[in-house]
């Protein structure tokens, strides 16, 4: 099953929208500043986007889902034209327990008599899903996906076989997780200088099926993902990689990993998929030059997780 990727819409550490992780990505290495100061993201814009008041329930993990669920819906010209049935998929690596625990004060006793019934709604997995289909109006199937890793790949794939299925025609795919006070500190703890930062941040797409081969809009072409083994060390053989997970001076031969643009965050892949549909679009980014020989267009993003589980989202043009 094939799927365009219509519109995309990111926030982070860089900004927001293509055209920051574009820039971004231009500066690195400059940007690779290791595991010193936190990187976090900044979502006023959605204040411009939404009325303050109906968000004032919404939390910062949600926010960011928001705002880069709007971005790509603007980016793929839908803005006010959501079809109803949308379907809507959520990967989460760390859901908004980073804030929970970040705020939990040390006397659990007296912090009890003092929590607020909000801040029960906004810890739950599927907090960002449930405050985008309803500002959105979505209809459609919703699945938050909880997974540390892989929860990328993962929500990719249950896109593509609601598509495949009929289930709905467009689905909003995406991924956010927010910045932890201790997940920072233990990376510096573990790390130390050669760790990456602690990042943040949200990407979303608009995926519809291609079944005509258009060609007018980046395509998924195949997701995969396996335990431990060489099947998937480089899953397409003619594929520019982004490798997800490793420091940018780990990145083995011409592969390219883009984490000091953004952070180290469970769902930082998604990031990796932005950078893989702005290269599609454009042909290009500064430090990255694509196609390059026996290359036939396409990037693999790739992703190793601790127990040595990988998972592959591998796109290319229409």
């Excluded at 010193?36 to 910062?60: C, K, N, Q, S, Y």
């Excluded at 500002?135 to 909880?146: A, K, Q, T």
């Excluded at 953004?262 to 196609?291: C, E, H, K, N």
Aim: contains cysteine; hydrophobic residues 45%.
């Amino acid at each position: 099953m094939r799927a365009a990727i219509r519109g995309a819409g990111v926030v982070g550490p860089f900004g927001c929208g293509l055209a920051g992780l574009a820039e971004a990505i231009g500066r690195l290495p400059a940007t690779d500043a290791g595991a010193g100061a936190g990187l976090t993201a900044e979502t006023g814009m959605l204040d411009r986007m939404i009325p303050p008041r109906t968000l004032r329930r919404v939390e910062h993990y949600g926010r960011m889902a928001i705002l880069a669920a709007h971005l790509a819906i603007e980016d793929a010209g839908l803005a006010g034209a959501v079809p109803g049935d949308t379907g809507l998929v959520v990967a989460t690596g760390m859901g908004p327990t980073a804030n929970t625990l970040d705020r939990q004060p040390v006397d659990i006793p007296l912090a009890d008599l003092a929590l607020s019934p909000i801040l029960f709604s906004n810890s739950v997995q599927n907090a960002a899903a449930a405050h985008i289909s309803m500002l959105l109006g979505m209809r459609g199937p919703s699945l938050s996906i909880n997974q540390y890793e892989l929860g990328v790949p993962l929500a990719f794939q249950a896109a593509l076989d609601w598509l495949e299925e009929g289930r709905t025609g467009t689905v909003l795919v995406g991924c956010v997780d927010g910045f932890s006070t201790a997940l920072h500190e233990e990376a510096l703890r573990c790390g130390g200088a050669d760790a990456v930062s602690v990042g943040e941040g949200s990407a979303f797409f608009v995926l519809t099926a291609d079944e005509a081969g258009s060609g007018a809009h980046p395509i998924v072409e195949a997701v995969r993902t396996g335990g431990p083994g060489p099947s998937l060390e480089r899953p397409v053989a003619d594929a520019l990689v982004l490798r997800n997970g490793v420091r940018p001076t780990d990145a083995p031969g011409d592969e390219r990993c883009l984490s000091g643009v953004y952070g180290s965050f469970p769902t930082s892949m998604g990031m990796d998929v932005a950078a893989a549909v702005i290269l599609l679009r454009a042909g290009g980014l500064p430090g990255i030059q694509w196609p390059a020989a026996g290359r036939r267009g396409r990037v693999c993003c790739l992703k190793e997780g601790e127990s040595g589980d990988r998972g592959a989202v591998v796109l290319g043009r229409g």
